[in-house]
């Protein structure tokens, strides 16, 4: 219903070739032409939307200009006077900034080596992107597949780039988060016998995605803050940190908080201090639509960055290649990987393939946005942009009726509220920025260059290199998470409380911004994307 | 471009705005002038925060919807639900059981469900709520963790149950009690954690940490797919 007057005509060329395009095996791109159609056609190689960051530990690093943007810009405490160090609102051991997946983790291991654990968080506990990531978790769990196996893909996916002893740590973890999750309860999809149900994603040699239907990462995430909840561990929603406080020694030793509602600054004195509050999709780097959480507005990046963490990769952008273009009401939204993992294909406004389905998420964008820029055989769509199909319909030819109610109800449900039967009919996608590849720079431990300051989760750089494979972010999380938590509680155990709070390295910073200018008016962390109308 | 939109006139907690049709609740809001920070979360249908209530001028039923996932209409009176205080059971996973009675003890209410259905009415997933808590009342913990998989926990069901039933809490421990006690564990997958553990799997995996990028691009180039 959703297809009507000249889409509608356009669908017909879909439906006509797709008994012919079953089992038929599209090429992949050699390594030549995949680096060609990256060159070309990857946002991060538009020079245009990249500077330069003018402060801080990475002067000079490489940026897109909005995440310069957050990172050249005044604290919201510049004209606030706080006693650092009158008696805290809160006082912890650990204190974890962000209610998502990999904050969720570090709480449940900080708290099981015997930590005082605190989460604090800018919405509710678990509004973060764990809850939105559908497709599935990878882990080398099979008998035909090894963490080594599994090292080579997410290398060869990362382009080579990634920190070996990051991505060593991720997939020799793997088998163990999934046991971990297995054993808290988690509904994974399965066979009678037990076996875990395991499918392909982009750049996978094995069969190594783990799923929950498609709604994976809301399965775990609840699972795990149920478990928090469980644990009676002390959550505090709606209290973004605005600044990393330092103790005399220079190390981590809390944050200042912000309540959101009564708009009071907090003060959290803490011996070690883990940042997990995930990504920067609504910076909305090149104007691209995204399929980020609400909060993800790089708050974690720009605050630990002022305390002295580096940063890696922060000019690699993922874009996924199946964000939704048409109807409007789904601009930006995922359609999950796990859609073509099981057959559906990207066509061309001629109902014709033009890239291998399972490509890595950067060559099969690439590719996509090629096929309307340079090859000019997109689907117009009536609001002025331009998409290509993806064939689900297709899915239940090759797997048998049925399968996409059972496989991806919410993405049936997503569409068919906006009137799309993606059974029947094949939806309309387009890139969409979904992940920040970079982030601040960790070791196997979860540790920053700052002394007691840790970072999980998507706001932690070098595990993926300058591109991450599906299935691999919700294993991150997870696993660096987990690290994070344990090496914070024992370090904890021999730290004493810490003394002499303060934010000299923000009056460092802030130095810096009057010397070279760069900040103009900002002030950051943004906290809040600004939508109302313009 | 905005010549064409056809512009519908609603309601916020009583107040009129008019906005594009085209928006759903929640970019009405926004256009509204509203920055969100209660009722806003995943913005795609997954976390459940932005359950709302609506009426549409001239009628008198109530409706439910998640701002996020439904458009805009004319006459639409709305008001989010942004919290609701429904009471969450804490309870130990490995001392208890895929049993009635420990679900008893954690949720009695759900015994006391009068079967009125407005819970199922309410559930803007189209979850047949009342059918789950049946299959929990009967201890078929499997039955009730596939009906209440898709469960966004955005409290809209709790809100109408006359008998104070917490619905998304109980089902979310019926899926974890049916998922560590019904369904098998995978076998494989413990032996190879004990081979992880063990260090069985170090030596391959030093092999590629220590070559050289050259060689790892072969490898990766000529790997084999299954």
């Known amino acids: ?534 | 471009m905005s010549d064409e939109i056809k512009m519908v006139d609603i309601f916020i907690m009583g107040k009129r705005y008019t906005v594009p049709e085209t928006l759903t609740i929640m970019d009405g809001m926004e256009y509204a002038g509203y920055q969100l920070k209660r009722g806003c979360g995943c913005r795609a249908g997954f976390c459940g925060a932005c359950a709302t209530v609506y009426r549409m001028a001239g009628d008198y039923e109530l409706k439910v919807a998640l701002a996020c996932q439904t458009k805009v209409e004319d006459g639409m009176y709305l008001a989010q639900i942004p919290f609701f205080p429904g009471r969450k059971a804490t309870f130990d996973l490995e001392k208890i059981k895929a049993s009635t009675a420990h679900m008893a003890q954690l949720y009695p209410e759900v015994f006391r469900c009068l079967g009125c259905s407005s819970c199922t009415k309410v559930c803007p997933q189209d979850i047949d709520v009342m059918q789950y808590i049946a299959y929990i009342q009967r201890g078929d913990f499997e039955k009730a963790a596939d009906l209440s998989f898709d469960c966004v926990m955005c409290g809209l069901c709790v809100s109408r149950c006359p008998a104070n039933i917490v619905h998304y809490n109980a089902a979310l421990t019926a899926r974890r009690m049916y998922s560590r006690y019904i369904a098998k564990p995978d076998a494989f997958l413990a032996e190879r954690t004990k081979a992880i553990e063990e260090g069985s799997c170090d030596a391959e995996i030093d092999v590629l940490i220590n070559s050289d990028q050259a060689k790892l691009q072969e490898m990766y180039n000529n790997r084999e797919i299954e």
């Open chain 1, 1 to 534: 219903m959703a297809y009507t007057g000249k889409l509608g005509e356009l669908v017909k060329k879909v439906e006509e070739s797709r008994t012919s395009r079953v089992g038929v095996h599209y090429p992949r791109m050699s390594q030549e032409e995949r680096q060609d159609v990256l060159e070309n056609f990857h946002p991060d190689y538009n020079k245009n939307g990249f500077r330069n960051v003018k402060v801080g530990v990475n002067k000079g690093a490489r940026m897109p200009v909005e995440m310069a943007d957050v990172f050249e810009s005044w604290s919201r405490l510049r004209d606030v006077n706080l006693d650092l160090n009158a008696a805290p609102d809160y006082d912890v051991d650990v204190l974890i900034i962000g209610g998502g997946g990999a904050g969720a983790s570090a709480a449940l291991e900080a708290h099981a080596a015997g930590s005082e654990v605190m989460i604090a968080t800018k919405l509710r506990f678990g509004d973060a992107n764990t809850m939105m990531a559908q497709g599935g978790i990878q882990a080398a769990d099979k008998e035909n597949d090894t963490p080594a196996i599994h090292y080579l893909d997410v290398v060869g996916g990362g382009r080579f780039e990634n920190v070996p002893e990051l991505a060593r740590a991720l997939v020799m973890d793997a088998p163990l988060v999934i046991k971990w999750l297995e054993d808290l309860g988690t509904m994974f999809d399965k066979k009678d016998d037990g076996t875990m149900i395991t499918i392909h994603g982009g750049g996978t040699s094995r069969k190594r995605m783990h799923a929950a239907r498609d709604y994976t990462g809301a399965e775990i995430m609840r699972t795990l803050r149920d478990e928090v909840l469980n644990k009676q561990i002390t959550v505090v929603e709606f209290c973004p940190a605005v600044e990393i406080l330092l103790d005399k020694k220079g190390q981590a030793a809390g944050a200042v908080l912000f309540n959101l509602e009564t708009e009071q600054y907090l003060i959290a004195r803490a011996k070690t201090v883990i940042i997990a509050t995930g990504g920067s999709g609504r910076l909305h780097y090149r104007g691209f639509p995204t399929s980020n959480h609400y909060g993800a507005t790089a708050d974690g990046l720009i605050i630990g960055y002022r305390a002295g963490a580096k940063t890696i990769y922060a000019d690699s952008i993922q874009y996924h290649p199946t964000g939704g273009a048409y109807p409007p009401q789904l601009l930006g939204l995922l359609v999950t990987e796990k859609t073509r993992g099981l057959g559906a294909t990207p066509l061309n406004i001629k109902g014709e393939q033009f890239v291998y389905h399972l490509e890595t998420r950067d060559v099969e964008s690439s590719a996509i946005i090629r096929e309307c820029d340079e090859r000019e055989l997109g689907v117009p769509l009536p609001t002025g942009i331009t998409a290509v199909w993806l064939d689900s319909p297709i899915i239940e030819l090759i797997h048998g009726e049925g399968t996409i109610e059972r496989q991806l109800p919410a993405m049936m449900r997503q569409f068919q509220r906006f009137g799309v039967d993606i059974r029947k009919e094949p939806m309309l996608i387009y890139p969409t920025l979904h992940y920040q590849n970079g982030g601040l720079l960790i070791d196997e431990k979860g540790m920053t260059a700052v002394e007691k300051l840790y970072v999980a989760g998507e706001a932690a750089g070098g595990i993926h290199g300058t591109n991450r494979l599906m299935g691999n972010s919700l294993l991150d999380i997870i696993v660096f998470g987990r690290r994070a938590g344990r090496h914070a509680a024992a370090v904890s155990k021999d730290s004493p409380v810490p003394e002499g709070l303060n934010l000299e390295h923000v009056n460092v910073y802030h130095r810096e911004l009057e010397e070279t200018g760069a900040a103009d008016e900002r002030v950051g962390p943004m906290l809040l994307p600004h939508y109302t109308h313009r």
